[in-house]
């Protein structure tokens, strides 16, 4: 019995091994050749040429050969992308486009802003410019006003020192002897009670009255006599050269007479 079943189950195996090592050469085979032409019906020389290209069955989508004679390149073509890829591309060119416009409007503000802060720095410099102009004209005009209040104070320091030589050089006149005129009887015989007369003297350096001059009576003619006695008995104080003066004497009715 034992060795009828080594019989009957030696041959079996060696036929399935046997088979095995067939589909094998044959796959092997048929992944090494190209696949036999086609026979087509014969067609006009433009059909022939637009037919030409042969279409290998070994992708999904079929390369024309004559087009693709690198191996890398074909391979490139034969592949197929999926919609992952298809979609990351999508997305990384939109990405792309956004990043290129965004640039572009950056590019676009700067340049805006940039021209802005030129007018700007350009209107702050034309503002300083004329403020400027402005201080400058202002300080001119205080310069001249300054001058000419400088001058104007000078010219009156000049005025005030001329007047105060003047007075230096002009004698004072000091009065030693006063004798007052007696009221005229024919003026009170009139009725006459009051009268003013203003009477000009000249002094010598000596201080005696030279000359007397009526410049003004009131009333006329009745109190002159009395001025010029009067006036011409006055003495003053030696002086460094002759001078004039003008007097005034009042007139005035006493009720004695006198």
């Not at 037919?51 to 079929?62: R, S």
């Not at 073509?77 to 640039?103: F, G, N, V, W, Y």
Request: charged share 25%.
């Amino acid at each position: 019995m034992m060795k009828i079943d080594t019989l009957k189950s030696g041959p079996a195996c060696t036929l399935s091994h046997a088979v095995c090592q067939i589909v094998v050469v044959v796959l092997c085979a048929a992944c090494s050749k190209e696949p036999a032409p086609v026979a087509v019906p014969a067609k006009a020389p433009e059909a022939v040429a637009a037919a030409a290209p042969q279409v290998t069955g070994l992708v999904k989508n079929p390369v024309k050969m004559t087009d693709t004679p690198d191996a890398v390149k074909w391979m490139d073509m034969a592949s197929t992308k999926s919609p992952a890829q298809i979609a990351k591309e999508e997305k990384l060119a939109r990405e792309a486009a956004d990043a290129k416009l965004a640039a572009e409007a950056k590019k676009a503000r700067d340049d805006r802003l940039a021209a802005d802060a030129k007018s700007a720095a350009d209107a702050k410099i034309a503002a300083d410019a004329k403020a400027a102009a402005d201080a400058r004209a202002l300080a001119a005009a205080k310069a001249l006003e300054s001058q000419k209040l400088a001058e104007a104070s000078q010219a009156q320091a000049a005025a005030r020192a001329k007047a105060a030589a003047v007075a230096v050089q002009e004698p004072v006149l000091s009065v030693i002897t006063r004798v007052q005129p007696k009221f005229p009887k024919m003026a009170a015989t009139e009725g006459i009670t009051s009268g003013v007369v203003t009477a000009q003297v000249q002094i010598d350096t000596d201080g005696h009255v030279s000359k007397v001059d009526i410049l003004k009576a009131s009333p006329k003619k009745y109190f002159d006599k009395a001025v010029l006695a009067a006036a011409s008995q006055w003495k003053y104080a030696p002086i460094s050269k002759p001078m004039t003066t003008t007097l005034e004497f009042d007139f005035k009715l006493d009720d004695d007479g006198s």
